[in-house]
């Protein structure tokens, strides 16, 4: 959430190795969130339509984190598919590992390692999907260019970034602790949650990277939980930019906080307790 004048990509690559090592348990804790049906499932489920998979498909899941869409993926191409789950964290793809084994899926391959450092023969895939991952990339054109090399002719390019922070309800508490810590708001261009939130920009990338048939689409995608104290635990767990930042305040201002960032939620409680918050996430697809 934090800006400086000079951007590291290095340094970035570093903090977020570092970020989700540290969330891969908190994540792990709240897949019954994140991933139900009306919640990431729907995301993941888009993505695979969009990228029109088929049984004895090889797919490329950029960022696969936890497993999704790469566990997705795996059901739709069947036994005799193949998808490659990457991720720059190990500790998230072992999450990713443990999801595969429980669902008895045999056809998933696992590799750790730098989205921007990815490297496969061309004409590899039929599909690349990406779920929340392009928007922290540094360099997104040139990724796109090589992942579209990594694609054989007809391929399909289906992804997914977060759209603008007020359209994602999940995200409530971002503003409150910048506003408290007196945060100013990143660069434009700068790697980021939101850093993709135009759909139009998220177009325009892909197309100059040269696939066509380009189309970009929204997916609604909610996450719900008891009451919002429960809400800003979750938030606690799976938000490692936000937790960071807070770590590196005294405690009391950390616990002034979290009761702001719980009370953040308070607008998404119904009559019956339970925070339901509505997340948009912008899609786009792309032809080789």
Request: charged letters at 25%; hydrophobic letters at 40%.
């Amino acid at each position: 959430m934090a800006s400086s004048d000079v951007f590291d990509p290095i340094e970035f690559k570093r903090n977020i190795r570092s970020e989700w090592r540290a969330a891969a348990d908190g994540w792990r804790r709240w897949l019954h969130v994140v991933e139900a049906p009306e919640g990431g499932q729907r995301q993941s489920a888009k993505l695979v339509n969009l990228a029109e998979l088929r049984f004895g498909g090889s797919v490329l899941d950029v960022g696969g984190g936890y497993g999704e869409p790469s566990l997705t993926a795996a059901h739709a191409v069947g036994p005799d598919g193949r998808v490659v789950c990457t991720d720059i964290s190990e500790e998230m793809l072992a999450v990713a590992r443990d999801r595969a084994t429980d669902a008895g899926l045999t056809n998933v391959e696992f590799i750790a390692r730098d989205a921007e450092e990815l490297r496969f023969d061309d004409e590899t895939f039929d599909a690349v999907l990406s779920r929340a991952t392009l928007m922290f990339l540094p360099d997104v054109a040139g990724t796109l260019k090589r992942l579209r090399g990594f694609l054989r002719s007809g391929g399909r390019l289906a992804a997914s970034v977060w759209g603008p922070m007020p359209a994602v309800q999940f995200a409530a508490a971002f503003p409150v602790v910048a506003q408290e810590l007196g945060l100013p708001p990143p660069p434009p261009g700068r790697p980021g949650a939101f850093a993709l939130s135009d759909p139009g920009r998220l177009e325009g990338l892909v197309r100059e990277a040269g696939f066509r048939e380009v189309e970009t689409g929204t997916v609604s995608i909610i996450f719900e939980t008891e009451s919002p104290e429960r809400f800003a635990d979750f938030i606690r767990d799976v938000a490692p930019q936000l937790t960071t930042l807070l770590n590196g305040q005294p405690a009391d201002v950390q616990e002034r906080l979290w009761g702001k960032i719980t009370d953040a939620y308070r607008p998404f409680e119904g009559a019956d307790g339970r925070v339901r918050t509505e997340n948009q996430a912008i899609w786009v697809k792309g032809v080789k």
